[in-house]
């Protein structure tokens, strides 16, 4: 079992629409869970992080949290062209330990 | 956020040859992060360097094939060495950013080697 598991999409949306990316985790002692965006060819950059059961929102993205069923997502509202890019999750336990991606791709 | 200059951003190296990637970050830190990340694929930590330490290596990279300097709490070097084609790869360096209001791990802007 991955540690650390994404659906490799690609995830295709409308401009506009809410893009939903989810991830799901094995080591239920994890404590920190975080949200990074990868354009082709750079390196990730940090969306959110979160710790706690529930909603975290910030501008256009919201993250959330539930450590019983070992899943964490992440919502984009009002999807434009620009975040059309691989959203990797990643869960630190002992170590930061990253998800294999979510290619989105986000349609005129 | 904490800023990390990477670099060479690129190189193409011979089999055989190796390579040195240096980290230079703009504010000290206690541990710096090294990871791998091959074609199409996701991030896979190399190792955790500490500053006045011997870095630690996770399962599958070795010391021999991979040495690590870490001579300040602001800078780390990574070397490639006796390289192979399976090591074309992107390498990043990454710190613990403590900064601001979304704490998370910072990433240097990679250094993308192809081996021939």
């Known amino acids: 079992q991955k540690e650390v598991e994404q659906n490799s999409g690609p995830l295709s949306v409308p401009e506009g629409a809410i893009a939903s990316l989810n991830c799901t985790y094995s080591d239920r002692g994890s404590q920190s869970f975080f949200w990074y965006r990868q354009y082709s060819g750079k390196s990730p950059e940090l969306i959110m992080s979160i710790y706690s059961n529930g909603d975290k929102e910030d501008g256009r993205f919201t993250a959330q949290l539930n450590k019983a069923s070992q899943y964490v997502s992440l919502l984009i509202r009002d999807s434009q062209p620009s975040d059309s890019a691989t959203y990797l999750c990643a869960v630190k336990g002992g170590k930061l330990i990253f998800g294999t991606g979510t290619r989105l791709q986000v349609f005129p | ?116």
Do not use: H
């Open chain 2, 1 to 116: 956020s904490a800023v990390i200059s990477q670099k060479p951003s690129r190189d193409i190296c011979q089999r055989g040859t190796s390579l040195t990637i240096q980290c230079q970050v703009d504010s000290q830190v206690t541990m710096m992060f090294w990871y791998r990340q091959q074609p199409g694929q996701s991030l896979t930590l190399i190792a955790t360097a500490n500053q006045g330490s011997e870095a630690t290596y996770e399962s599958g990279f070795v010391i021999d094939k991979f040495p690590i300097s870490r001579p300040n709490l602001t800078f780390s070097t990574l070397t490639v060495s006796n390289m192979s084609p399976e090591d074309s790869s992107i390498y990043l360096c990454s710190v613990e950013d403590l900064k601001g209001a979304n704490y998370g791990y910072t990433f240097g802007s990679g250094t993308r080697l192809t081996v021939v």
